[in-house]
């Protein structure tokens, strides 16, 4: 099914979501339709089947059914038509690699996410600037990269180059990234979207006022700050606050264990900052 998008990937703010599983480690379908419109109505688009959604514990018919969920969820409702789906795809073979990509497209989903396969990507091996424009020569179906690193490159005008996090969404926006992918929006969707449309705004203006440039810088201080509670939280923190915000989230599929109670009120408590800031939007 082609992509109602084209080879355009829709710049802005996407959250790579969790999986969620009951106590049997069966697939928790309802609280994962919960979550995808959770972060879909503020606005942020969807990844799937990513690192964080614990796509190496699934099996290939749990990842299809999580696709056809996601997508149900998003045609389902006229007013998350515009949002979009991109679905990992990735397998430690390139064979398995393309079968998975072929079942996201067959079941809906507007772009497929790769990564290196094990062990380049648990080795930190750093597809650099020179590698990444090579890649994006290839094909003109690879049309899109996110980094997980602390920089932005851009490579080419209709190449959509996202952030791994959301600390440095505001400066890397100044350099034309697409934006980006960050656990938090999973958390504060609607605080991470505020971030980029006000500084999109604001530089896409003839001038910049110091009023306005505060309150920018002022909200990214905020979102980095818990940007990096969110990273430390791994897969195990972030499914406990959602389990005390939103009443679901449960444990992660074994071997990764939860996180403990005194641990997660920690976490949550270090996220207060942001979520005060998303109750008020």
């Not at 979550?35 to 614990?54: K, Q, T």
């Not at 990269?145 to 505001?170: M, P, Q, Y």
């Not at 990273?231 to 005390?244: H, R, S, T």
């Not at 071997?255 to 998303?278: F, I, N, R």
Request: hydrophobic letters at 40%; proline letters at 5%.
């Amino acid at each position: 099914m082609p992509s109602k998008f084209g080879r355009a990937v829709p710049h802005g703010v996407y959250a790579p979501l969790y999986t969620f599983f009951n106590d049997d480690e069966s697939l928790d379908l309802e609280s994962y339709k919960k979550h995808v419109r959770f972060v879909a109505s503020a606005g942020v688009g969807i990844v799937a089947l990513g690192s964080s959604g614990e796509a190496v514990h699934l099996t290939r018919d749990e990842r299809n059914v999580l696709i056809s969920a996601t997508r149900e969820v998003l045609d389902g409702d006229s007013a998350l038509a515009s949002i979009p789906l991109i679905v990992g795809t990735s397998a430690s073979s390139t064979r398995e690699t393309i079968e998975f990509a072929k079942d996201a497209a067959r079941l809906g989903a507007d772009f497929g996410m790769v990564i290196s396969p094990d062990p380049g990507a648990a080795a930190g091996i750093d597809i650099n600037s020179d590698l990444m424009t090579e890649i994006a020569s290839a094909s003109t179906n690879i049309v899109g990269t996110k980094l997980t690193l602390s920089r932005i490159t851009t490579l080419r005008d209709n190449f959509a180059v996202f952030g791994g996090f959301v600390d440095f969404l505001a400066p890397s926006l100044v350099v034309k990234s697409a934006g980006c992918i960050t656990g938090l929006a999973n958390i504060a969707p609607k605080t991470c979207l505020k971030l980029y449309r006000d500084t999109e705004s604001a530089f896409s203006s003839p001038s910049i006022s110091s009023t306005t440039l505060s309150a920018i810088q002022e909200l990214q201080f905020v979102a980095s700050r818990a940007d990096w509670v969110i990273i430390k939280g791994g897969i195990n923190g972030p499914k406990y606050a959602l389990d005390k915000l939103n009443g679901y989230g449960g444990k992660p599929r074994r071997p990764l264990l939860p996180m403990s109670e005194a641990d997660g009120d920690k976490m949550l408590a270090e996220l207060e900052e942001v979520l005060a800031v998303e109750r008020s939007l």
